[in-house]
């Protein structure tokens, strides 16, 4: 392995949210020390792959920084990587640039939907899922997720139901799933595409963490079908892979005409037009460079070592349970809540300190459930690893 993951990074002077001593102070109402372990927000504790940090020195040693505008090459970029990486075509004419998927969902709820109306979401999930539903003054309607074997399986006879009965015209996907790291299957991908056509439901996939499929997973996107009248939108961007959410940029791809007419509109009805100075660099940087593609294989198996080493050390803990994890660095973790007070497990995560995102910070989510983060140094998962199994050691 040529690059070094093991090399911790100084981030308290970055003003990151996962880094910041004062904002996770301010946050978690803790007293930061240098043992403190955040294993929560989906970012990596590693360094972007220079070429995109390259792309990006370059892009302020102009010293100027006006407006943009969408050029060809940026969106070329993000078309030959999913040539190349995903082999998947896609035209450039469809893709749109826009200022993050959260941002963009609640665009979407707006643009397909009116207040009152409900949007169906697959639970538990990342909490934005919900949010872009109530802060929107709409329904939030869940179809839950059954929890079996250490992963989810789909309850389509409920999705339908869910539709039929809500009057549903909006759902939103997760795949791969967050936080569960599923990648849904390509047969679990068809009965979907199935009901929604069945029903003209707005089918909208957020394949944010598709870039980190983890061993002999295979990801199916929304563009690997056949969609009727090409009735769905991809929500995608390079942040979760090369650790940029700060610079809060995406894209969505969208095949059918009339919707994209339709997300054009709001856009602008919102007054959001160009893109930032600095993400189309960004972006073209790590969709192009050879060296960001090696740095990426290398990643995903290093957090598969770090997945496989908690997975090991956790063996012999009898009540609780690592949903199997196909992509992503975030795994969920289940314990037993009847013999373990969820309270009493709180207050020792914050004795240890360490900190990981409760059921609470996900929507739909029940007590007895936290996800981690292992996209960070083999010692410090180590690290992580024994505090945790001192907590969970019943
Ligand atoms: C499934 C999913 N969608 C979207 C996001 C956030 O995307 P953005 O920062 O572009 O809004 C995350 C971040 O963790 C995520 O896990």
């Given amino acids: 392995m040529k690059t070094d993951f093991e090399k911790m990074l100084n981030r308290s002077q970055t003003n990151e949210r996962r880094w910041n001593p004062q904002y996770i102070e301010a946050t978690f109402k803790i007293n930061y020390n240098k043992n403190t372990i955040d294993s929560s927000i989906a970012d990596l504790d590693f360094k972007t792959p220079t070429p995109i940090v390259e792309a990006l020195q370059n892009r302020i040693n102009h ?27 896609v035209a450039t004419k469809n893709i749109k640039l826009v200022h993050g998927t959260v941002n963009a969902m609640h665009q979407i709820v707006n643009a397909f939907t009116k207040i009152g109306e409900g949007v169906l979401i697959q639970t538990p999930i990342y909490e934005p899922f919900g949010r872009c539903i109530y802060n929107n003054d709409r329904v939030v309607v869940e179809n ?21 009965a809500d009057k549903i015209k909006l759902f939103f996907w997760c795949n791969p799933h967050n936080p569960g790291g599923v990648v849904w299957s390509k047969s679990d991908a068809k009965k979907l595409i199935e009901i929604c056509e069945k029903h003209q439901v707005l089918l909208v996939s957020d394949e944010v963490h598709s870039d980190l499929i983890l061993e002999n997973q295979k990801f199916y996107s929304l563009l690997d079908f056949k969609v009727k009248n090409n009735y769905f939108i991809i929500c995608a961007s390079p942040n979760k892979a090369f650790n940029l959410g700060g610079l809060k940029g995406s894209y969505l791809i969208i095949e059918n005409e009339e919707i994209r007419k339709k997300i054009d509109k709001i856009y602008e009805a919102n007054s959001i037009t160009s893109p930032n100075v600095f993400y189309p660099e960004a972006i073209k940087a790590a969709y192009t460079s050879k060296i960001v593609l090696n740095w990426l294989t290398e990643l995903k198996a290093y957090i598969w070592a770090n997945y496989q080493l908690l997975v090991k050390e956790f063996q012999t803990l009898k009540n609780v349970e690592i949903m199997k994890l196909q992509a992503s660095y975030l795994v969920w973790i289940k314990f037993d809540d009847k013999i373990y ?54």
């Fill in 63 to 89: 010293g100027t920084f006006s407006y943009t505008y969408i050029r060809e090459d940026v969106l070329q970029a993000i078309s030959s990587w999913y040539k190349n990486y995903h082999q998947l075509q």
């Fill in 144 to 164: 839950k997720l059954i929890y079996e074997n250490q992963t989810y399986k789909m309850d389509f006879q409920d999705f339908e139901a869910k539709i039929i």
């Fill in 341 to 394: 007070d969820v309270k009493t497990i709180k207050k020792q995560m914050q004795d240890n300190d360490i900190i990981v995102n409760w059921d609470t910070d996900f929507y739909g989510a029940t007590p007895g459930w936290f996800r981690i983060n292992i996209g960070s140094p083999e010692s410090l998962v180590r690290d992580l690893i024994t505090r945790l199994k001192q907590i969970f050691n019943k």
